[in-house]
């Protein structure tokens, strides 16, 4: 099956500020797709960034040493509660995995990340709420 990724002109993804090689490794995704990576370091940061542009997603840690994932979810969800959130986590124990079901989370993802992984979850996000393939890999063709 294709999908039309043409709908999307421009795709902005939201991401945690880190102190560790995260936005590189993200920047290893997104650039060779032509996806715009956003940081934000606090609930603030992340709202003023939502209301002056389209996000399509947001990726959040819950280690970030500037926030709590969760609280800024629920924030997040209280304005834009259609935005889909991906949750980070190194601790991904019963009560953080309840929480975030309650706040709609789209998908939680053990640390340290698989790339694969995260690629998958943003393969199957886009296809599900954008019907975009953007993310998807094809074989080679060689």
């Known amino acids: 099956m294709v999908y039309n ?8 993804v939201l991401a945690s500020e880190a102190n560790w090689a995260w936005p590189e ?6 650039q060779p797709r032509g996806i715009n990576l956003l ?6 940061e992340f709202l003023n960034i939502i209301q002056r542009k389209r996000i399509h997603t947001t990726i959040l840690d819950t280690d ?8 800024v979810i629920k924030i997040i969800k209280m304005s834009y509660p259609m935005l889909p959130c991906i949750l980070l986590t190194s601790s991904a124990g019963q009560t953080l995995l309840c929480k975030a079901l309650q706040l709609d989370v789209f998908s939680v993802i053990d640390k340290p990340v698989d790339m694969k992984i995260l ?3 943003l ?7 954008y019907k975009s393939d953007i993310f998807r890999e094809y074989p080679s063709q060689c």
Do not use: H, M, W, Y
Request: net charge positive.
């Open 5 to 12: 990724t043409s709908q999307l002109n421009e795709i902005n």
């Open 25 to 30: 490794a993200l920047k290893s995704i997104f």
């Open 39 to 44: 940081v934000a370091g606090n609930a603030s």
């Open 64 to 71: 970030s040493e500037n926030s709590n994932a969760l609280a």
């Open 119 to 121: 690629r998958e979850q």
């Open 123 to 129: 393969d199957r996000l886009f296809i599900k709420k």
